[in-house]
Each structure stands twice: as C-alpha cells, then as structure tokens.
C-alpha cells in the first residue's frame, strides 16, 4: 500500500498556468450523470451541452471570466472533484482546495472557509 500524500491548495490562476482561461473568477463542476437543467449563469449554455451520461470515468470543470466561459474536461483517474460531493457548484477562484492522493488519484474537497486551513 502506497503512503497517501497530501495538500491544502487553491486551483491554478494566472498566464501560462494551462487554464482554459487564465484569470477565471469561477468554476462550475459537472460530474458524470449529473442533472445540468439547473446550471446558473453564465454557465448554462456550456452546461447543458455536455452529455454528462456519456463517460463516468470524466468530468467537466466550467471557467469562467464574467460571462465569457470554456470548459476542460478531466480524467477522474488523474483527479477527481466527484467523489467529495462537488457535484454542480460553483466555486470562487479563491476556494481552498484538500488534495489527498489515493490509489494514484488527486481527490479534491472543497475547504470549507469556517474550519480555517
């Protein structure tokens, strides 16, 4: 059994970082199956064009810049924002992020801002 590594982390910003926008202001996380109906604005378009039901092994990750916004998809074997429940929020640019890797996996869970780092 491999040792579990660890991190607190906010997602990468900023040029040459390799985000489908570089200073995004929000993402929107999209799971597999996961029902995108209710998706706000201005990532609603973008949602509802995603066939959520036809890969479980990706998800979708929504950046926005004011309504200007692009989606990247992610392998869940490489990283995951499933598992701990992400599933259809939208995070600010500034939202910690617990990386744990397992079983070659980064899990991520959004840190709750009252719990402190």
Not at 4 to 14: D, E, H, N, W
């Amino acid at each position: 059994m491999k040792t579990a590594q660890s991190g607190q982390s906010t997602l990468p910003r900023g040029e040459g970082i390799g985000a489908p926008i570089p200073l995004w202001d929000s993402v929107f996380v999209v799971c597999p199956y996961s029902d995108t109906t209710d998706a706000p604005e201005p990532f609603a378009k973008e949602a509802l064009a995603l066939d959520t039901s036809s890969n479980e092994s990706a998800h979708w990750l929504l950046f926005a810049d004011g309504d200007n916004v692009k989606r990247m998809s992610a392998d869940r074997t490489a990283v995951d924002f499933c598992l701990a429940g992400a599933v259809n929020n939208v995070y600010q640019h500034t939202q910690v992020w617990s990386a744990e890797k397992s079983d070659g996996a980064w899990l991520m869970t959004a840190v709750d801002p009252q719990q402190g780092g």
